[in-house]
């Protein structure tokens, strides 16, 4: 009898420590999987920051308006990269017809968030400035001029959901494109999408 009952107890203890062992381990698989899962959930277009900015408005010898589209990806929360295009037109007035100049150009930039609003951004644009129509002297151009210089500067966007929206300033640091765009600083002013 004392056989039969030492048998039992551990043929009882077995299977006690079987089934709590397979619950164990069924357990920490789920929780495993569950948390890969969630962290490969983040789709590429979610990454995607694109913007549209209007800026640079002048009305005191005529018509300056600009506009700035640009993509970038976030490569972090706080940091992303990314390039656009700008474009700038200038209308003059003088007697007579109204002269115009168009200049545009390519973008890379590197932005790093302070805060959820507040942005530090490093710019590199590559300009082509447009000559002065014949017969005017304007800028004092009289071929396209190519010029590639940095900018730098700070960003404000607020908003709630994918859309905020905000301005910016940028420093010109070349003496040459402030001439040109007779300003040492660009203005923005638009809106952004997965900021």
Known sequence: ??????VVFILAAMFMTYSDADAQVRKRTTAKKNAKEKKESVSFLQKV???IKLGNVG????????????AGIKLHDRFSLGAGTKLFFNQYSQQGPDPSIFDIGGLVYGRAKITNSI?????YAFMRY????????IRNIFENQKINYPLLGI????GVGNWRFGMELLYI?????????NSIVEYWFGGSYNF
């Open 1 to 6: 009898m004392l056989k039969i009952k030492y």
């Open 49 to 51: 920051n694109p913007e």
């Open 59 to 70: 009305f005191f010898n005529g018509l300056f308006i600009s506009s700035k589209l640009n």
């Open 119 to 123: 942005y530090f951004q490093a710019e």
């Open 130 to 137: 447009g000559k002065d129509p014949d017969g005017y002297l």
């Open 155 to 158: 960003g404000y966007f607020t």
């Open 173 to 181: 640091t070349n003496n040459l494109a402030r001439d040109y765009q």
